[in-house]
């Protein structure tokens, strides 16, 4: 069965930077295009950030272009989301997720607070 499995969320101040990790497993990791959402309190889970099956093309919210980078490596069947300067309104849970056989499937989440 398709498993995703979020970690590296911390405390963290005002203008530092966290690394995200999500392990995949269950299905072929290097044919599927991966994604990070992020849910905050109240609000809606929003798209941040995209990759496809090789990692030739990603996508960015406007919101964390220039900031925050997602990356790959199909060998360890893990994607990445690089964060740096980070602000008081990325403070959220982030999940990956992978859509297969025209369903989604969600890791578990990795809470991210930017605090001072």
């Known amino acids: 069965q398709v498993q995703l499995v979020e970690s590296g969320g911390d405390l963290v101040q005002p203008g530092g930077s966290l690394r995200l990790s999500c392990a995949a497993s269950g299905f072929t990791f290097s044919s599927y295009t991966m994604s990070w959402y992020r849910q905050a309190p109240g609000k809606e889970r929003e798209l941040v950030a995209t990759?496809?099956?090789?990692?030739?093309?990603?996508n960015y919210a406007d919101s964390v272009k220039g900031r925050f980078t997602i990356s790959r490596d199909n060998a360890k069947n893990t994607v990445y989301l690089q964060m740096n300067s980070l602000k008081p309104e990325d403070m959220a849970v982030y999940y990956c997720?992978?859509?297969?056989?025209?369903?989604?499937?969600w890791g578990q989440g990795t809470q991210v607070t930017v605090s001072s």
């Open positions: 990759i496809t099956s090789t990692g030739g093309t990603t």
């Open positions: 997720t992978v859509r297969r056989l025209s369903r989604p499937y």
